[in-house]
C-alpha cells in the first residue's frame, strides 16, 4: 500500500492542518516509510485476540454526577488567543 | 563543581535536617550552577529569584518534618504549574499561563520543594533526541553535541549536568528512561495509574506516566514515594496499597527470579550493549539473584504497535488546540482557515507527522485494519508479560539499542529515530514499572544503562534490585563541565 499526495491532502483536511504542495510530498515519503514498518503486524493472525482496551485490570471508579460552581470564568477565558471579558471570540460563522 | 550541587537528594535532605546547610544556600548553588549553564539549553523558563525569595521563606519558618525540606526542584516543562509559562516544547503553547496546578507537582511542593524552572523537552513529548522542540535542542552535559535522549531531554541534562538535584519528567514510550540512560542517571517509568495524569499535558492518554529522574536509586524511591498518589482528578488514577518506597529499600534482593528475554538480542546491537546486558546478568546473580531465561514472542511488534497507537491517541488528544481557547492563533480568512493555520504554524513537523499518523489510521475504512489489529497486538503483548511473572519477579535488559547519538544524526529519518525505543516501548503498552540504570560506558566514554521491568504495582521490587544492582555497578559518570567558561 502507499500513501499518495490525494491522501495526504484527505487526512490534513481531517485533522485541520494545511499544507502544500512541498510539505505534502515531504509527508508522503515520511507516512510510506513508516507505514511499510507498521504494517508488520499483519504478519500477525488475530482474529480470535480481543482488543486491548485498559491495560489496568480494574473496574474505574464512580463518582457523583454534581453541577460545581466554581466561578472561574475569568480563570477559563485568561489563555484565550482573543476574547471579550464573556465568551471566546472566532471569526465569523454565519452570514 | 561545587560541593553542594553536587550532593545527592538523600544528602541534602541530611544537610537541611541538621542544619548544616540552609534551603537557600542550597537554592543559590543550584541557581548559580544553572545560570553558567546555558549553553546546555536544558530551561525553557527560569523562575530563578522566586526560587531564591521562596527559600529563605523557607529557612525563616522551616518546616523540617517534610520529605523534600526547602529543596529547589526543577520540572519537565510538560507539568502544568500555577501561573508559570507551561509550553510542551510548542510554539503553538507558547504563551500558555495554567490557572492551576499539575497533581504530581502539587505533591511536591506540599514535600516542601521549590520550583527552579521549567525544563526543555520535545515538542508534546514527541521525540527521542530533544530535538523537535520549539525551543531548542539540549546538549548532553556527557559531550558537546550528543543528545540527551528525549522526550525528558531536558530533565536529564539537568540531573546529569547538577542543575537541579533530582527532577520529573513523562513516560510515554521511554522517554524517562531512555534519557536517563543516555546521560548516566536514574530513571522510573511507574506503573500506569501510579501517578495522576492531571496537569499533565496530554500525548498518548493510555501510556503517559509522570516518573523521578535522579543521580540514585535512593534518591529516585524518595520522589517517587511523593509523586505517588491516588487522584481522583485522574479518571485512571488507581487506587492501591503504595508502600514507603524510601523506607523500605533494601539491597536484600537474594533469591529473586530475574527473567532474560531472548528476543531483546535485536539483530544490529552493537557488541557493547550485549556484553553490558552480560555483566548486568553476573552482577545480578552476584546479588544472589535466580538468572531465568524466559520469551517473549511478540516482543517485534511492539513498536508498530506503538506508532498506531500512540499517534492515535495524540491526534484525538491535539485536536484541543484550535487557536480559540488558549495558544496561538494565526489569522484566517473564515473559521476553517484560522484553525487549519492555526494548527499548521503552530504545530512543528513531528507532531503534525504523528497527529496525521494517527488520524489515518482512526479514519473510516482504516480503522479495523490499523486501530484495532494494533489494539490486538498490544493484547497479546501484555499477555506475554503476564506469561513471564508466572516464573519471574522482574526482567532484566538493556535500556536502549545504543549509547547516545550525535545531533542531527537522525532528525532526518523518523524511523531510525522510533527505533531507539525497541526495549522501552513494551513496558508502556503493558502498562508495567520499569527503571533504568547507568551501568556502564562504551569506548567513546558515553553512558549505557540497563532496564529492570517489574510487574505492575511491583515499583518496591524494582526499586530493591536496582538498589543492589547500582552498588554492584558502582557506575562513576564522567562530567567534565566543558560547557562552563
Not at chain 1, 480563570?75 to 488567543?81: C, M
Not at chain 2, 473564515?334 to 484553525?339: C, E, G, K, P, R
Request: glycine fraction near 6%; charge should be negative; hydrophobic fraction near 35%.
Amino acid at each position: 500500500m502507499s500513501i499518495d499526495l490525494k491522501t495526504i491532502k484527505h487526512i490534513s483536511k481531517l485533522s485541520r492542518i494545511s499544507v502544500d504542495e512541498q510539505k505534502a510530498e515531504k509527508l508522503a515519503g515520511d507516512l510510506n516509510s513508516i507505514f511499510k514498518f507498521i504494517e508488520k503486524l499483519n504478519e500477525l493472525n488475530t482474529d480470535k485476540v480481543e482488543p486491548l482496551t485498559s491495560v489496568a485490570e480494574t473496574t474505574l471508579k464512580f463518582r457523583s454526577d454534581e453541577v460545581k460552581n466554581q466561578n472561574i470564568r475569568e480563570q477559563i477565558i485568561k489563555n484565550s488567543p482573543e476574547d471579550n471579558e464573556d465568551f471566546f471570540v472566532v471569526p465569523k460563522v454565519v452570514e | 563543581m561545587s560541593d553542594i550541587t553536587s550532593q545527592s537528594l538523600t544528602s541534602l535532605v541530611k544537610n537541611i535536617k541538621e542544619k548544616k546547610l540552609s534551603s537557600e544556600e542550597i537554592t543559590k548553588a543550584f541557581v548559580d550552577r544553572s545560570e553558567k549553564s546555558k549553553e546546555l539549553n536544558s530551561y525553557i523558563t527560569e523562575d530563578f529569584s522566586n526560587a531564591i525569595d521562596k527559600s529563605k521563606k523557607f529557612d525563616e519558618k522551616p518546616n523540617l518534618d517534610l520529605k523534600l525540606p526547602g529543596i529547589p526542584m526543577a520540572v519537565k516543562d510538560l507539568f502544568c504549574t500555577k501561573d508559570i509559562r507551561t509550553t510542551a516544547g510548542s510554539k503553538i503553547l507558547e504563551n500558555f499561563v495554567p490557572t492551576y496546578e499539575s497533581t504530581v507537582t502539587q505533591n511536591i511542593w506540599n514535600e516542601g520543594a521549590i520550583l527552579l524552572g521549567k525544563l526543555n523537552c520535545d515538542e508534546f513529548a514527541m521525540g527521542s533526541s530533544n530535538e523537535t522542540s520549539f525551543y531548542g535542542n539540549v546538549q548532553n552535559p556527557i559531550d558537546r553535541g550528543l543528545v540527551p535522549g528525549g522526550s525528558s531531554g531536558g530533565s536529564a541534562a539537568a540531573v546529569s549536568g547538577q542543575l537541579t538535584p533530582i527532577t520529573i519528567g513523562t513516560d510515554t514510550g521511554g522517554s524517562i528512561r531512555q534519557p536517563a540512560s543516555f546521560t548516566g542517571t536514574v530513571g522510573l517509568k511507574p506503573t500506569y495509574g501510579s501517578c495522576s495524569r492531571y496537569g499533565i499535558v496530554a500525548f498518548a492518554s493510555s501510556l503517559d506516566q509522570a516518573g523521578p529522574m535522579s543521580q540514585n536509586v535512593e534518591d529516585c524511591a524518595l520522589l517517587q514515594e511523593v509523586i505517588s498518589t491516588y487522584d481522583n482528578k485522574d479518571s485512571t488514577s488507581i487506587d492501591f496499597n503504595r508502600g514507603q518506597y524510601s523506607k523500605d529499600l533494601t539491597k536484600d534482593i537474594k533469591g529473586k527470579k530475574i527473567g532474560i528475554p531472548k528476543e531483546y538480542r535485536v539483530e544490529g546491537m552493537p557488541k557493547e550493549i550485549e556484553e553490558l546486558w552480560k555483566k548486568g546478568i553476573e552482577y545480578a546473580k552476584d546479588c544472589g539473584a535466580e538468572i531465568i531465561d524466559i520469551s517473549l514472542p511478540n516482543t517485534s511488534y511492539a513498536l508498530p504497535t506503538y506508532y498506531i497507537v500512540a499517534p492515535a491517541e495524540a491526534s484525538s488528544n491535539l485536536a484541543r488546540y484550535d487557536g480559540v481557547k488558549y495558544g496561538f492563533r494565526a489569522k484566517g480568512e473564515n473559521l476553517i482557515d484560522m484553525y487549519e493555520k492555526t494548527r499548521s504554524e503552530g504545530f512543528g513537523a513531528e507532531v503534525q507527522r504523528r497527529i496525521m499518523i494517527g488520524t489515518y489510521v482512526l479514519s473510516s475504512g482504516y480503522y479495523d485494519a490499523y486501530y484495532l489489529k494494533a489494539q490486538k497486538v498490544r493484547k497479546l503483548i501484555k499477555n506475554d508479560f503476564d506469561e513471564a511473572y508466572k516464573k519471574v519477579d522482574a526482567i532484566l535488559t538493556p535500556s536502549t539499542p545504543s549509547s547516545a547519538f550525535k545531533i542531527g544524526e537522525k532528525k532526518n529519518d523518523p524511523v531510525s529515530m522510533y527505533l531507539n525505543d525497541i526495549f522501552t516501548v513494551p513496558v508502556n503498552l503493558a502498562g508495567l514499572p520499569a527503571i533504568s540504570i547507568p551501568a556502564g560506558l562504551d569506548a567513546a566514554g558515553y553512558p549505557l544503562g540497563l532496564q529492570i521491568i517489574g510487574k505492575a504495582f511491583q515499583e518496591q521490587e524494582i526499586l530493591n534490585l536496582a538498589y543492589a544492582m547500582e552498588d554492584k555497578i558502582n557506575f562513576k559518570n564522567k562530567i567534565t563541565d566543558w560547557w562552563i567558561k
